[in-house]
């Protein structure tokens, strides 16, 4: 089949579906409603001839067929836009899509230069567009490994194959309890007691539990997948939870917060630039890619 505009722009519809879920889970991402989507679902069905998701009472499902077309859905959207890249490069000015995958609170550490990267870019080119999307810890990696993100910002131990990494810097975590929790109050002698019977917060850090060996109780109620769910749980004042030291510095200095034998509990995990390496770098990737190590390292 010959592809136009208007198929490009239902492909990008279909991958964001899938991405997020389901149609309803999608109206937020495309900011249209359900209806328009499953209308436009529907054009892109007929148009290929596939049945590429079950939906209905059951739920949301993507059959066989719509697997294939979200992957090669996620090629055909990538070489556009580094098509589109390159030609601009020939007339010496950057376009394109800048695609940025990060962990949250990021923007909260003094060390990230995202928003002098983006002030750099377009400096070299008023065309460029950008996507900056916030997610768990392990999707940044997965939005640059299915091409999705041309970059991602984020913390990993134990890299995927097929990923480039390079150490922005060292993020340090606390282990922290907030006013009204048994631990904030506490005398010196009496915490190691306390943390025997204490609710530690399981988080989407849980892969650096071996890293921690910290010996506490993880058999608990309370999980939350972004440092601003453990903020929550935290401040409930009961249970504790680790927090980067930057971002929890807010509650610190407002005596709400109070990290726990910091000598003790604490952890530092590296936060990586991550690309891909099989995809080809386009002249706006490449860019974006130096202008992140030269923001980060001064």
């Known amino acids: 089949m010959q592809v136009h505009d208007v198929d490009l722009r239902l492909l990008r519809i279909f991958v964001a579906i899938v991405e997020c879920g389901g149609l309803s889970a999608a109206e937020s991402r495309l900011n249209i409603g359900r209806s328009t989507i499953s209308s436009h679902l529907s054009d892109l069905e007929v148009r290929l001839g596939l049945t590429l998701c079950k939906r209905g009472r059951s739920g ?7 697997r294939v077309t979200y992957q090669a859905s996620l090629e055909l959207l990538q070489q556009c836009e580094a098509f589109a890249s390159t030609v601009a490069s020939s007339k010496n000015e950057l376009s394109g899509r800048v695609t940025i995958a990060t962990i949250d609170t990021f923007v909260s550490d003094p060390r990230c230069g995202v928003p002098l990267v983006i002030s750099a870019l377009k400096a070299k080119g008023e065309n460029i567009q950008f996507d900056i999307n916030v997610c768990e810890a392990r999707e940044v990696e997965t939005s640059v490994a299915n091409g999705r993100s041309l970059v991602g910002l984020g913390v990993s131990r134990h890299h995927l194959r097929g990923l480039d990494y390079y ?3 060292n993020e340090t975590n606390f282990l922290y309890c907030a006013k009204g929790h048994k631990l904030f109050d506490c005398k010196p002698s009496q915490v190691t007691k306390l943390l025997e019977s204490a609710e530690v917060i399981t988080s989407n850090y849980m892969r650096d539990k071996e890293v921690r060996n910290d010996g506490l109780n993880y058999q608990n109620s309370a999980t939350a997948y972004h440092d601003e769910g453990i903020a929550h749980l935290i401040l409930s004042g009961e249970f ?3 927090l980067p030291e930057h971002y929890a510095s807010y509650w610190v ?3 709400v917060f109070k990290p726990i034998l910091p000598d003790k509990y604490s952890y530092q995990i590296p936060v990586m630039l991550i690309s891909s390496k099989t995809n080809a770098m ?11 190590k030269r923001c980060h390292g001064e």
């Open 282 to 292: 386009s002249p706006l990737a490449n860019a974006l890619i130096e202008e992140i």
């Open 167 to 169: 150490p922005l810097h």
């Open 253 to 255: 200095d407002k005596g």
């Open 240 to 242: 504790i939870g680790y």
């Open 60 to 66: 949301f499902e993507i059959t066989e067929s719509g």
